[in-house]
């Protein structure tokens, strides 16, 4: 009788330990998540100031054109991800703009200024992407693991749900056509 | 160098090579008399009538006699084989070198630092380490560091002894443009013996979101956004293609430069001894030794834009 005690005894603190560690691995893949959205932020961040600043630049030769610009939205703590991926799709859209704006006018394209902060927008570019792909993949992890047997269980406990990625601007994923 | 004096080169070295391939076979012939010699007398072993039993005295005399075959065979083969070496490396090597790359330093003899390697824990160290064919030179604007490496953990205990080799090929160290410093590891997983940095910090593993790539690398990294900025999709089809060429290979992204390691069990810069030396055919094998260091250079976007 004993050793059939003991071995329920054993079973339960099994089980016990097993919640326990899927438990602190949801948590910890939750925070990874809070991580990577904050570099998220931290690359909008830097992207709109440097779009602001590409946007005074362009205002300096070319005023009435600035009208045309599309408006960003600057970042703010606690945005939701629909109101970032907006906040993102905006400023592509601007960057695209201020491109097209400097082969239609050389002497814009050629100002030192406005070549340094070019610069800097394909770097915090590059970042950003960096950071979005981080961000996904740690979502993809974190989703996985509140979906799949036996963690869903613990997950649905802990009323975690399920994330959402942050996507490109669905125009962003289609061909480009090349008319010549 | 011109056609007249490639021409006596040319000449000397493939002299050379069939004195170092003679002294080779006489060596392999003269240890294989002597374990013929050794199987015949223990097989002979009490059987007092035999004439290789009667011959059981004179082994000293035989051993000693082998011993001065070996000796004469051995000391002789370096001579040749130094020289060999030097012809072989200025005639061909340090000709393309300079051809090839600006502020060239190539030196045959001497090998990369092994700090390098500990600092950038690119691979385990072992207890022995051998490197060959340094050469520091510019590309493109890109200052690199290359050298053939074995690194190898030799354990013995009395009755046996084991040899590990952790890395045999070429290692490279690359400027690589950076705004920031990175700390990212990758190696493909048939890789076995990736190192830690000496600085002791810890590297996190880190899976990228390419399931192709995963299977086939493995990622450690101090942030993972550094390790997403480096390894783009693109560099991630980069380097598949590079483990696909070569086998097996280690990288390092750390402050400023990239390390690079080809386990691929060949050295660079070599003669091939066994077929006789031919200009054009040399001339394209070192060719394609220095098309490595333009390809890698060219992959990992070590060239700013």
Not at chain 1, 51 to 72: A, F, P, S
Request: aromatic share 10%; proline share 3%.
């Amino acid at each position: 009788m004993g050793w059939v005690i003991g071995i329920v005894v054993g079973v339960i603190v099994i089980l016990l330990l097993s919640w326990i560690g899927m438990s602190n691995g949801i948590k910890v893949a939750g925070l990874k998540c809070n991580e990577a959205l904050s570099g998220i932020d931290i690359a909008l961040t830097k992207r709109y100031d440097v779009l602001t600043k590409l946007v005074d630049v362009v205002k300096g030769y070319q005023k009435h054109e600035v009208e045309t610009l599309t408006r960003i939205v600057q970042m703010r703590s606690g945005m939701s991800m629909p109101e970032r991926q907006d906040a993102s799709n905006r400023m592509d859209q601007l960057s695209g703009q201020i491109r097209i704006l400097a082969e239609q006018y050389p002497e814009l394209r050629s100002s030192q200024n406005f070549v340094q902060l070019q610069n800097a927008i394909v770097d915090v570019e590059e970042h950003l992407q960096a950071s979005r792909r981080l961000y996904n993949a740690n979502v993809t992890a974190y989703n996985t693991k509140i979906v799949t047997f036996p963690s869903s269980i613990v997950a649905g406990s802990m009323g975690a749900t399920p994330r959402q990625f942050f996507e490109a601007d669905p125009t962003r994923r289609m061909d480009v056509p090349m008319n010549f | 160098m011109s056609t007249q004096s490639i021409s006596a080169t040319l000449t000397e070295m493939e002299m050379l090579r069939k004195k170092i391939n003679t002294r080779n076979i006489l060596f392999a012939v003269g240890l294989g008399g002597l374990m013929v010699v050794m199987f015949m007398i223990s097989m002979s072993r009490g059987n007092k009538s035999s004439v290789i039993y009667k011959m059981a005295p004179l082994i000293p005399i035989i051993f000693i006699g082998f011993g001065i075959v070996f000796f004469i065979a051995m000391k002789g083969s370096n001579g040749p084989g130094k020289r060999l070496k030097m012809l072989y490396k200025e005639t061909f090597v340090r000709q393309l070198l300079n051809q090839h790359f600006q502020d060239v330093y190539y030196n045959w003899e001497q090998g990369m630092d092994q700090n390098l390697i500990k600092n950038s824990g690119i691979c385990r160290l072992g207890n022995r380490y051998h490197s060959e064919d340094y050469l520091n030179a510019v590309y493109r604007g890109i200052r690199f560091q290359q050298a053939d490496v074995t690194i190898q953990y030799h354990t013995s205990s009395g009755r046996s002894s084991h040899t590990t080799t952790y890395f045999q090929g070429r290692m490279f160290c690359f400027e690589y443009p950076s705004k920031r410093s990175y700390a990212v590891q990758v190696h493909s997983k048939n890789f076995i013996y990736a190192g830690e940095p000496a600085s002791g910090i810890r590297r996190e593993k880190l899976k990228m979101e390419s399931v192709d790539f995963n299977k086939e690398f493995t990622v450690r990294a101090l942030s993972g956004h550094d390790a997403f900025y480096i390894l783009t999709p693109q560099m991630m089809e980069r380097l598949r293609a590079l483990r696909t060429k070569y086998g097996s290979i280690t990288l390092v992204f750390d402050h400023g430069y990239v390390m690079v390691g080809l386990n691929s069990k060949m050295d660079s810069f070599d003669a091939n001894l066994s077929k006789p030396i031919d200009y054009q055919t040399e001339v394209m094998r070192m060719r394609a030794d220095v098309a490595v260091i333009e390809e890698l250079i060219q992959l990992l976007n070590c060239i700013p834009a």
